[in-house]
């Protein structure tokens, strides 16, 4: 029905790892085969021996809808998987848990985590703003009608320059 809705900003799913492991970069088929659980440990994908722990979030979490629907192609990760409430318990996980990957919303990145490049193309917010990164989203403003008054003011506020400017830091921008 009715509604209006305006993007305000790309995310990227980003795809993580503890900051110690040497995997760099996986391609889509590598990822669906290891959130999977056939490939099942890191020396499979370049990295160092160890069994890897997959990490995924809730169901009902948009972020995972997201990543099944980029990556798994509709299906769920592994039974195995350790599922986390939120983006903030991924990171939380994946910091302290060295042999984990997992996914979060770009909004959440920290020195914590590292994010690695999904075929060839690193997560930054250049490439969620020209879309080469290949898990990206708009996070957007919806409201049962055109804004008015004060959200009218807000909604303006974030595309115009400086909310933009807040946005693209962690964010890709729309404007």
Known sequence: EGGWVTAVAIDGVAVVVHPSKPVKALGVLQLRDVFRGRIAD???VSGPAAEISVA?????????????????????VTVNA?????????????????????YLSSGYLTEA?????????????ETLVNRRYPFHRALIFVTPEE?????RAFVAWALGAQGQSIVGQKYGRVK
């Open 113 to 125: 985590v590292k994010a690695i490049s999904v075929e060839g193309v690193p997560l930054t917010v």
């Open 82 to 102: 350790v599922v986390l409430p939120s983006d903030q318990s991924m990171v939380d996980y994946v910091r302290t848990v060295t042999a984990s990957i997992g």
């Open 42 to 44: 890191w020396q499979d």
């Open 147 to 151: 804004p008015q008054g004060d959200l």
């Open 56 to 76: 995924s979030l809730e169901s009902g979490s948009g972020t995972r809808n997201k990543f099944e629907a980029e990556v798994m192609e509709g299906r769920h």
